[in-house]
């Protein structure tokens, strides 16, 4: 066999991973958003539920819940925070 032919299967190999590695890195980036956002929903939900009693509700749409998703438990404060500022309750 010529040693070209086994370099040039050794180029076109390295090629490869090097495209499928730079393909990987942002399905990596959207599955963190989107498990963020599960989980920035449930926080909401469960902070809806709760503060239903007292009188306190969030929206549940994209951005509050990347904002929670993002944040945790701080997201959620400074939602409520913010909609109590800007509406007054």
Same mark, same amino acid.
């Given at each position: 066999?010529? @040693?070209?032919? +086994? =370099?040039?299967?050794?180029? %076109?190999?390295?090629? #490869? /991973? !090097? ?23 449930? @926080?909401?939900? +469960? =902070?809806?539920?709760?503060? %239903?009693?007292?009188? #306190? /509700? !969030? ?26 500022? +800007?509406?007054?309750?």
């Amino acid at each position: 066999m010529n @040693l070209s032919i +086994v =370099f040039s299967y050794l180029l %076109g190999l390295l090629i #490869l /991973y !090097l495209v499928a590695r730079l393909l990987l890195i942002p399905l990596r980036v959207i599955a963190r958003l989107l498990i963020n956002g599960i989980i920035g929903g449930l @926080l909401l939900a +469960v =902070f809806n539920l709760v503060g %239903g009693y007292f009188g #306190l /509700y !969030l929206a549940i749409n994209p951005i509050t819940v990347l904002v929670a998703g993002l944040l945790g438990v701080p997201g959620i404060f400074l939602l409520a925070a913010i909609r109590y500022m +800007v509406i007054g309750g």
